[in-house]
């Protein structure tokens, strides 16, 4: 049963808004969110749309999720805020819900209020217990918008003519559709930059032989979302010893955390480490009714049900459109890499990715678009997506790429 929609009386002259927004909204006409429910979200005409984007994976177990919202609503009538001087049972609690689901050792737990200030707080910390000071990130990775994330990132459309921070590396990521030499031999890449800033990966191993320490950003990839297991680094056998989250972690509320072991925790024991709203009471409890959401509606096999369902039903895309050039994921984490033509792998132009784009939304589905050309689609759905669900973008997906090659 879906919730009734108070009317919206903010109409919004879209073009007003047009520069501030386009970038961002990706739309010719910016999209205006009035309400959301689970999986699906209205707009200020009262347009329904299904969400498969979810904030870039943000809302893990969907929007106004009945439990995850009386959960909030019972601690907003309790207690908000401290100051972080003192200690309060959401914080206790969560923490060890939260470290119970990583491997031994990562069991210290530290929060923040954002993926970008966990990956700050990552890097500070293994500088402090390394003793090094260089981080090597892949080529093309988002790690977030503070100056020092943003030396971390590494695609132009996020960063700015002024120096990001010291001492980050990007090398070569494993991408065997369009990296430089695909598969199996990405693997000289991280050797060579670790050999070109002489300091510190089977990539984990090369880091660990220098004396550096591995960290796992599961901003995206955490929570279940990749369906075969809680955490995106599982099943590769690695075990890094930090891991940043964010995002899902608290399902749209914002929360960040890193978790990482105590011996590495130890070095930064020194000073005074002080975060005014990182793990408040009330993220806490939010953040913990959805680690128990996700458990008790199943929500990490359905990513893998549903994911693998959507992954076998767009390569059968893949083979029957010649713009389909790569089909990639796992669970609710899926690429759809478009090409010009399967022969020469070109990025399909930006005005070719705006049409499929907007038409996807005009027959009411939210997608999002990435990589280093913006030539993919990227679909990270909240993770109550049904295989119905799955069925109605695959339908409107595929008539709008019909509906482009009809065209061009
Ligand atoms: N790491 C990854 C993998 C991300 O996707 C993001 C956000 N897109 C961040 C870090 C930064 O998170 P935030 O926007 O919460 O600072």
Not at 189 to 210: A, G, N
Not at 214 to 223: L, P
Request: charged share 20%.
């Amino acid at each position: 049963v879906l919730p009734q929609i108070p009317p919206c009386d903010f109409k919004p002259e879209p073009y007003q808004v047009r520069g501030l927004y386009l970038r961002v909204t990706y739309y010719k006409k910016p999209v205006f969110i009035n309400q959301g429910y689970m999986q699906w979200l209205w707009d200020v005409d009262g347009r329904r749309y299904l969400d498969l984007f979810a904030g870039v994976a943000t809302v893990s177990v969907g929007h106004c999720n009945p439990k995850v919202t009386e959960t909030a609503e019972k601690q907003l009538r309790r207690l908000w805020h401290t100051t972080a001087i003192y200690v309060y049972p959401q914080m206790q609690e969560y923490a060890e819900k939260l470290a119970s689901l990583l491997p031994d050792p990562l069991k210290v737990v530290y929060f923040t209020n954002s993926g970008s200030e966990a990956n700050d707080l990552a890097v500070l910390m293994a500088r402090l217990y390394t003793g090094n000071f260089d981080v090597i990130t892949l080529r093309g990775s988002y790690h977030g918008g503070s100056p020092q994330a943003t030396g971390l990132t590494s695609n132009a459309d996020y960063k700015y003519p002024i120096p990001s921070s010291m001492g980050c590396h990007n090398t070569m990521c494993p991408d065997v559709f369009r990296g430089l030499w695909g598969g199996s031999h990405c693997r000289d890449s991280p050797v060579q930059t670790i050999r070109e800033c002489s300091c510190s990966p089977d990539t984990y191993q090369l880091v660990r032989e220098k004396g550096g320490i591995c960290i796992a950003d599961e901003v995206q990839t955490g929570f279940g979302r990749t369906g075969s297991h809680f955490w995106g680094f599982q099943g590769h056998n690695v075990f890094p010893d930090m891991v940043t989250m964010a995002k899902g972690i608290a399902n749209g509320f914002p929360m960040g955390a890193v978790v990482t072991t105590a011996e590495i925790a130890r070095s930064f024991g020194k000073g005074v480490h002080f975060n005014t709203f990182g793990g408040n009471p009330l993220a806490c409890a939010v953040a913990s009714s959805v680690l128990d959401t996700i458990k008790e509606d199943k929500m990490q096999e359905n990513s893998a049900e549903v994911g693998t369902y959507l992954l076998t039903e767009l390569a059968k895309l893949r083979d029957k459109y010649e713009i389909i050039g790569d089909v990639r994921g796992k669970g609710l984490q899926i690429g759809v890499e478009m090409v010009k033509d399967k022969a020469s792998r070109d990025p399909l132009p930006p005005e070719a990715m705006a049409e499929i784009f907007e038409d996807t939304k005009d027959m009411g589905v939210l997608i999002g678009k990435g990589g280093l050309y913006g030539q993919t689609f990227r679909i990270k759905p909240p993770m109550c997506i049904t295989k119905n669900d799955a069925d109605f973008f695959l339908a409107v997906f595929n008539q709008a790429v019909q509906n482009y090659m009809e065209r061009r």
